[in-house]
C-alpha cells in the first residue's frame, strides 16, 4: 500500500506562485510515475502534469510553461511548482501513482486563485 499525503495548497492571487509537494511511502519511490490531477467544482478530475522514474515529463496544455513537475526520490517527494496562476486554475490538487493494478490518491489539497 502506497500512501500519499499533499501539501502546500492555500489562496493566492492571480499571477501568483504556490509550489505543491507530495510525500509517497514506500521504498520503491524512484520506480514510479508520479501524477497531478485536479478537480475544480462541478468538473471532472483531469491530469495536470506526471513525471516518469526517468524524470521524462508531460504537462496539460493548459498548465504548459506555467506549471513545473519534479521529483527528489532521496526524500520520496514530487513537487507541482505552479507559476502565473489563474482563477481557473482553482481546484483540489491530487498526487497520484499507479503500483501494479493499483491506482493510489492522496487526500488532495485545495488551490484557490482570486483577487
Known amino acids: 500500500q502506497v500512501q500519499l499525503v499533499e501539501s502546500g495548497g492555500g489562496l493566492v492571487q492571480p499571477g501568483g506562485s504556490l509550489r505543491l509537494s507530495c510525500t509517497a511511502s514506500g521504498n520503491f519511490f524512484s520506480t514510479y510515475t508520479m501524477t497531478w490531477y485536479r478537480q475544480a467544482p462541478g468538473k471532472q478530475r483531469e491530469l495536470v502534469a506526471s513525471?516518469?522514474?526517468?524524470?521524462?515529463?508531460t504537462y496539460a496544455d493548459s498548465v504548459k510553461g506555467r506549471f513545473t513537475i519534479s521529483r527528489n526520490n532521496a526524500k520520496n517527494m514530487v513537487y507541482l511548482q505552479m507559476n502565473s496562476l489563474k482563477p481557473e486554475d482553482t481546484a483540489v490538487y491530487f498526487c497520484?501513482?499507479?503500483?501494479?493494478?493499483?491506482?493510489?490518491w492522496g487526500q488532495g489539497t485545495q488551490v484557490t486563485v482570486s483577487s
Open positions: 497520484n501513482t499507479i503500483v501494479g493494478s493499483s491506482r493510489h
Open positions: 513525471i516518469d522514474s526517468g524524470r521524462s515529463t
